[in-house]
């Protein structure tokens, strides 16, 4: 079952706007949400995470809105750059904080 | 720099054959992953460890052993390779609880089975 659902599946922007990438999951003992991203024929890869306690992290341009009572998360990507191009996968530790699950991600696509 | 290193990178194998993949880290960490990447499933866990000695099974484990024989390395194993297996295969490593709970992952090995 999956148990990190990413949306959409694949998005496309203009250089210069802001991605909207969002993800839900179903486990609420899941307290750790990282997100990752790959280039083609890379590895994935962190760019930025978030606990529950806090309901925004931001580093930089890569912004994370967590809300707890929806089970949901997005991560906002402003001033969008060709180079931000990749894929974006959403995941999130297991019950026992031994292992992370997966969305199926999102693939970006920054048009200059 | 936290290092995860895979091999081989490219394996081509027959069906019915056995085929193992390796990983080593040089990271310390205890607890050590391998994941299957397919288009449209994203990055599914098919077996883990806990440190050395020790495996579990993650959520896709049938038609995979793995085994882990010391602190840096965990292989993954095929007894009888199937063409469904066809796959790219992501080794990682991580100490849940620690102050990212980050994974490291290698580069991956590309494996294709005819």
């Known amino acids: 079952q999956q148990q990190v659902r990413q949306s959409p599946q694949s998005l496309t922007v203009w250089e210069g706007e802001t991605a909207i990438l969002n993800c839900s999951y179903e486990?609420?003992?899941?307290?750790?949400f990282p997100w990752y991203w790959q280039f083609p024929r890379e590895s994935p890869a962190l760019l930025i995470a978030?606990?529950?306690?806090?309901n925004k992290k931001e580093d930089g341009r890569f912004t994370i809105f967590f809300n707890k009572r929806e089970k949901k998360l997005s991560l906002h990507i402003t001033d969008s750059q060709p180079g931000d191009s990749a894929t974006y996968f959403c995941?999130?530790?297991?019950?026992?904080?031994?292992?992370?699950?997966f969305g199926t991600g999102t693939k970006l696509q920054v048009v200059p | 720099e936290a290092a995860v290193t895979q091999s081989p990178r490219n394996k081509v194998a027959v069906t019915g054959g056995k085929v193992t993949l390796s990983c080593n880290q040089t990271?310390?960490?205890?607890?050590m992953y391998w994941y299957r990447q397919d288009t449209g499933h994203g990055l599914r866990l098919i077996h883990y460890?806990?440190?050395?000695?020790?495996?579990e099974k993650g959520d896709i484990p049938d038609g995979y052993k793995a085994s882990r024989p010391s602190q840096e390395n965990f292989s993954l194993i095929l007894e009888l390779a199937t063409p469904s297996q066809t796959s790219v295969y992501f080794c990682?490593?991580?100490?849940?609880?620690?102050?990212?709970?980050?994974?490291?992952f290698g580069a991956g090995t590309r494996l294709s089975v005819l």
């Open positions: 990682a490593s991580g100490d849940p609880g620690g102050s990212q709970n980050t994974l490291y």
């Open positions: 486990d609420s003992t899941f307290d750790y």
């Open positions: 978030i606990r529950p306690v806090s």
């Open positions: 995941a999130a530790w297991g019950n026992s904080g031994t292992y992370q699950r």
């Open positions: 990271n310390n960490h205890n607890n």
């Open positions: 460890s806990y440190g050395a000695g020790s495996t």
